[in-house]
């Protein structure tokens, strides 16, 4: 069996700070992860090729640094990790960047084998699209399984696979074709540790490295900056609201009196809310 | 909104910033919104998105369509409340293939759609559903998404402002699709308020037959496990929330904000750290990355209101937050504020709305 899983290389958004003169995004010292949302579609593809057999490919575009990342999914067991990187693709929004994913996914086909299943990320931390895995389906042709909570049955020979996935009010059991793409829900697995084995693996592994031109991207056109339709027109911090907090003095006062004070203070601003809060308290007794 | 942020954006330097809309595309006209029906329900995010899919064609002088598919004789309820909630247009493909959501057969019949009526604007509830369509799409037609929005708007151009957080959530920014048609985008739940229903009011409807035989169809639906009722979060629709961040400290703390929940009958849930610590469910994160919310009252305890928390709880009527920093950015959106010590105050704060709230018999002699 073969798995290609598309990762990216993301800074950890919790420790972005934004410079509170200039509004401007203090990149420095910020370190960068793999998408988090990635490890579980991550460690699904190792299960399956635990179970089943085969190879495990991770896939990233990004800049050069976006290597470690797929050095560290190799620490995690993946079989092999290839990086698209180019000044060409930077920029790139959603459509560009399938284009370009799909194109290395083909590439990927052509040197090791058509994958059984793709795995995308549910979706960035950073972008928070969740449009790039949809985007890479249909432009491969795919099958797209999104919002996957379990794989339930995986039969490569029957080329079957039954899926539940999240869905408004509850879960679809969705029996599908392979192949096809998929991206997991958050908290469907835990990521493993890792072996040693795969760890010393990981540090000398060669991280198979492709320009635009290597990986034979047919039209630049279609790749990053100028390939995206969205344009970004404007960055900015939003205004404040006129007003700032109308602030409740706590100075000298216990809490108890704050408290009732503040709850005054809610019901002035709601009175609708106290009539409602209190004919459903009444109810209950 | 201020323009006077930095840095620029790179597309600034880009030619093809300019609108010049290609022969062919000038056709395209029409605000359309995509209905979301799912098993006989209309999730309320497309009813919002209505509200302001109005007000962008207004702008631009032109019709408001509703799409609505579904299988026959199921979408009699959606089409009348579709006009109700403001559409002038209803675009209808009944077919059985649509019974349920599946990306193929909803992605044909809105491609078809789309090429058939032209749309100049296409708006989707950011929900699984949404998003899981509006990529097959937007990559079918290869034109250009802005996902997860907090705002559109109409420039003096004619083009969709569509305003979204970026770098994590820490700054919003407005992206268009000048030249590429239709303008595609879409928005979370309880982003947008809730339009107002004219019952009665109606519109025109647009039949379109779609070929969907079931046998070319790849996925088929073999179950549906519906979600218990109970102990499930619905933040979003919430009367009341409240909620917690990293200054309460310790997971045990957060017990607090659950008591105070508990006797306003509200939802519970906390900022981002909090999920990352474990402390809560993704389910009930509040901000950007979790869910947006809308309700008449918004307790934050510990929470220091990062742009990401800002724009989940903005819709909020009233928003009360407590925090020991007196710099705290959560003070510049919210509209009481108290500096002061949240495990202090939010035990006390319970206690008043418990004798506030009690019913009048049960109160002390004296009040």
């Given at each position: 069996m073969h798995i290609v899983v598309c990762i990216k290389q993301v800074p950890d958004s919790a420790q972005i700070r934004v410079h509170p003169v200039t509004n401007t995004i203090m990149r420095q010292g910020v370190p960068t992860i793999i998408n988090p949302y990635d490890l579980f579609s991550l460690e699904e593809a190792l299960r399956l090729r635990d179970r089943n057999g085969g190879e495990v490919t991770c896939v990233t575009m990004g800049p050069p640094m976006a290597e470690s990342a797929l050095r560290k999914c190799m620490t995690y067991g993946a079989d092999r990790a290839v990086l698209l990187t180019d000044r060409f693709f930077a920029g790139a929004d959603t459509l560009a960047?399938?284009?370009?994913?799909?194109?290395?996914?083909?590439?990927?086909?052509?040197?090791?084998?058509?994958?059984?299943i793709v795995f995308c990320g549910k979706q960035t931390i950073d972008g928070d699209t969740a449009q790039v895995g949809p985007g890479i389906a249909k432009r491969l042709g795919l099958l797209q399984l999104t919002y996957v909570q379990k794989i339930e049955h995986c039969d490569l020979a029957a080329r079957e696979i039954v899926v539940h996935r999240r869905a408004e009010g509850g879960i679809q059991v969705l029996k599908a074709k392979l192949p096809c793409l998929v991206t997991m829900l958050e908290?469907?697995?835990?990521?493993?540790?890792?072996?040693?084995?795969?760890?010393?693996?990981?540090?000398?592994?060669?991280?198979?490295?492709?320009?635009?031109?290597?990986?034979?991207?047919?039209?630049?056109?279609?790749?990053?900056?100028?390939?995206?339709?969205?344009?970004?027109?404007?960055?900015?911090?939003?205004?404040?609201?006129?007003e700032k907090a109308f602030q409740i003095g706590v100075e000298g006062k216990t809490a108890g009196d704050i408290s009732e004070t503040l709850v005054a203070e809610i019901f002035k601003r709601q009175p609708g809310l106290e009539q409602d809060l209190t004919k459903s308290a009444g109810a209950d007794f | 909104m201020s323009d006077t942020a930095k840095p620029k954006p790179a597309a600034a330097s880009r030619a093809n910033t300019k609108?010049?809309?290609?022969?062919?595309?000038?056709?395209?006209?029409?605000?359309?919104?995509?209905?979301?029906?799912?098993?006989?329900?209309?999730h309320p995010v497309s009813w919002e998105l209505m509200g302001e899919g109005r007000k962008l064609a207004d702008q631009l002088k032109v019709d408001l369509a509703a799409v609505v598919l579904g299988p026959p004789g199921g979408t009699e309820a959606a089409v009348t409340d579709a006009f109700g909630y403001g559409a002038d247009v209803c675009y209808l493909v009944e077919n059985n293939s649509l019974a349920d959501y599946r990306n193929e057969p909803y992605t044909a019949a809105m491609t078809e759609l789309v090429n058939t009526y032209k749309p100049e604007i296409l708006l989707l509830g950011a929900t699984n559903l949404g998003r899981d369509?509006?990529?097959?799409?937007?990559?079918?037609?290869?034109?250009?998404?802005?996902?997860?929005?907090?705002?559109?708007?109409?420039?003096?151009?004619?083009?969709?402002?569509?305003?979204?957080?970026?770098?994590?959530?820490?700054?919003?920014?407005?992206?268009?699709?000048?030249?590429?048609?239709?303008?595609?985008?879409?928005?979370?739940?309880?982003?947008?308020?809730?339009?107002?229903?004219?019952?009665?009011?109606?519109g025109r409807i647009q039949r379109h037959e779609v070929s969907l035989p079931e046998e070319s169809?790849?996925?088929?639906?073999?179950?549906?496990?519906?979600?218990?009722?109970?102990?499930?979060?619905?933040?979003?629709?919430?009367?009341?929330?409240?909620?917690?961040?990293?200054?309460?400290?310790?997971?045990?703390?957060?017990?607090?904000?659950?008591?105070?929940?508990?006797?306003?009958?509200?939802?519970?849930?906390?900022?981002?750290?909090?999920?990352?610590?474990?402390?809560?469910?993704?389910d009930r994160q509040i901000g950007q990355t979790g869910k947006t919310i809308r309700p008449r009252l918004y307790i934050a305890a510990g929470i220091s209101g990062a742009i990401q928390h800002r724009v989940g709880v903005e819709g909020a009527d009233l928003i009360v937050a407590i925090n020991t920093d007196k710099n705290a950015p959560i003070f510049d959106f919210a509209h009481v504020g108290i500096v002061a010590d949240a495990m202090k105050v939010l035990p006390a704060l319970t206690e008043a709305f418990r004798k506030r709230l009690a019913p009048a018999a049960m109160r002390p002699a004296a009040e």
């Open positions: 960047t399938t284009y370009a994913l799909a194109h290395l996914v083909t590439k990927v086909t052509e040197h090791w084998g058509a994958p059984d908290g469907t697995n835990d990521m493993r540790r890792g072996t040693m084995e795969d760890a010393f693996r990981a540090a000398r592994a060669e991280i198979v490295t492709w320009s635009a031109a290597q990986a034979q991207i047919p039209d630049l056109a279609f790749c990053g900056l100028k390939g995206s339709p969205t344009i970004v027109k404007k960055v900015f911090a939003p205004p404040p609201r006129a | 609108k010049e809309l290609p022969e062919h595309l000038k056709a395209y006209k029409h605000v359309w919104v995509m209905v979301e029906l799912e098993r006989g329900v209309v369509l509006a990529g097959s799409v937007a990559t079918t037609l290869l034109t250009g998404l802005t996902a997860d929005c907090t705002e559109l708007a109409v420039d003096a151009e004619g083009s969709l402002a569509a305003t979204r957080p970026t770098f994590g959530g820490s700054l919003l920014c407005t992206i268009f699709t000048l030249n590429y048609r239709p303008q595609m985008a879409t928005m979370r739940p309880r982003v947008a308020p809730m339009p107002l229903y004219r019952a009665g009011r109606s169809i790849v996925t088929k639906l073999i179950d549906f496990l519906p979600d218990g009722t109970t102990g499930k979060a619905n933040l979003p629709y919430a009367d009341i929330v409240v909620s917690g961040g990293l200054g309460m400290q310790t997971a045990e703390n957060y017990q607090l904000v659950r008591d105070l929940a508990a006797v306003l009958g509200a939802e519970w849930g906390g900022s981002r750290p909090l999920v990352q610590k474990g402390w809560i469910t993704s």
